[in-house]
């Protein structure tokens, strides 16, 4: 008859039991991920996750919502990643719109965005560190 040695140095015989031993450790399941499809659970989630961007060039602030308008479809159309805020500021009389261009994690490359701004376009761009 050969037997053969296990894993645990426990001596085999050559067919192995019908029955398993029971072995010391847990199988533990993995936990069952629902997919999801609500956007407001994925808009949650991004809300959790730290902010990777943290500097934005601000070019301009109208108080007139269709000019900041006009001004960031001009930028979209020069190649910038323009966008709009509107902003309330209770001491300097009221609603703001504020055109930004993009979003970066590094404070050179807004610096370089900046300056292409300033000197290809004559825009009054400064860099802003957005608060954590």
């Given amino acids: ?3 053969y040695v296990g894993l645990h140095g426990e001596m085999l015989p050559v067919s192995l039991p019908a029955k398993p031993a029971r072995s010391q450790s847990k199988i533990i399941k993995p ?3 629902e997919p ?3 956007i ?3 808009v949650a989630e991004e809300k959790k996750r730290p902010m990777l961007h943290r500097f934005v060039v601000q070019v301009s602030s109208f108080r007139d919502v269709k000019m900041a308008s006009i001004l960031k479809m001009k930028l979209h159309k020069k190649g910038f990643d323009a966008y709009l805020m509107k902003i309330e500021l209770p001491n300097h009389g009221g609603v703001w719109h504020r055109v930004f261009l993009g979003k970066y994690t590094d404070e050179a490359l807004a610096q370089e965005s900046a300056e292409r701004a300033r000197q290809e376009y004559k ?3 400064v860099v ?5």
Avoid at 128 to 132: D, E, L, R
């Fill in 1 to 3: 008859m050969t037997k």
């Fill in 31 to 33: 936990a069952k991920l």
């Fill in 36 to 38: 999801k499809n609500n």
């Fill in 40 to 42: 407001k659970d994925i």
């Fill in 123 to 125: 825009l009054n761009a």
């Fill in 128 to 132: 802003v560190k957005k608060a954590s």
